[in-house]
């Protein structure tokens, strides 16, 4: 059986998160309904506290995603109050192909990722980065 997923990031500044990610993974951020979001305030269903401005866009504070832009696979990035503390439990690993690594890491380094270590298993190597919010993931 097949099952569709998102996959859910916490962080202290969602919008700006989901541009690094989008920008790394050349997928597009998903755009903000701001017709959608003025209705939902006038009619009481949501507070103008719950929104906030990205990039000169009225946008719900608490979340932003990106999207895959063939497939539609969605990455959500929702506020949370506390900041990352330990190691993640999970990562993604970022397959590109050896020969492109090591320009990937000076792109993404030079975006605000963190070099955390290299790694090689066998005939396997990879490079452990954070994001900007120190969330782990793998360049392989």
């Known amino acids: 059986m097949a099952y569709d997923f998102q996959v859910t990031v916490d962080s202290a500044r969602p919008h700006a998160l989901a541009d690094w990610w989008a920008e790394m993974l050349g997928w597009r951020v998903e755009e903000s309904n701001e017709e959608f ?19 000169g866009v009225l ?30 439990r999970l990562h993604l690993d970022i397959r590109m192909g050896a020969g492109r690594i090591e320009a990937e890491l000076e792109r993404l380094t030079a975006r605000g990722a963190t070099f955390l270590h290299r790694g090689k298993q066998g005939p396997a190597e990879w490079i452990t980065i954070a994001d900007p919010e120190g969330n782990e993931l793998c360049l392989s």
């Open 37 to 55: 979001i003025r209705e939902m305030i006038a009619e009481g269903y949501a507070a103008e506290e719950a929104t906030t401005t990205h990039n």
């Open 59 to 88: 946008v719900w504070k608490d979340g932003a995603a990106i999207v895959h832009p063939e497939t539609g696979q969605r990455f959500l990035f929702q506020l949370v109050p506390e900041g990352k503390t330990v190691k993640n």
